[in-house]
């Protein structure tokens, strides 16, 4: 079965990625690529892609991972119904209580009221 992933380049602390086509079970960069699809730099947000290519893959039953798949809705290419959507993770923080939008917000104090303005007539 094939996959299409990311495949890290580029040097250290500055990582540039291939977007290529391979053997699912192998790693990334062990496993011998079968086509390279195109490449995404992080930094500039460019990406390049060949849509025949990826169209023709994905056609043919190669498995997109959830980045791959995210990169290929955002440049309109058609992924097929079986490809699932990742979950968007929602995690809570480690001690709600404490942080400050949490705590009771302290009213300001109100003037008191000065003496009553009507006390009923002495008799």
């Known amino acids: 079965m094939l ?46 892609l060949d849509r025949e290519k990826i169209e ?8 997109p991972s959830t980045r791959v798949a995210r990169i290929l809705k955002a440049n309109k290419i058609a992924l097929p119904d079986w490809v699932k959507d990742a979950p968007v993770k929602h ?12 705590q009771p917000k302290e009213e300001p104090a109100a003037p008191e009221a000065e003496a009553p303005a009507e006390e009923a007539p002495a008799e």
Do not use: C, W
């Open 3 to 48: 996959a299409i992933r990311m495949q890290r380049n580029g040097r250290a602390h500055y990582p540039v990625y291939r977007i290529v086509v391979q053997e699912a079970q192998r790693h990334p960069l062990s496993g011998r690529v079968v086509a390279e699809v195109g490449n995404h730099n992080p930094h500039t947000k460019t990406t390049t």
């Open 56 to 63: 023709f893959y994905l056609k043919n039953g190669a498995q």
């Open 91 to 102: 995690t809570a923080p480690k001690h709600a209580d404490k942080l400050r939008k949490n």
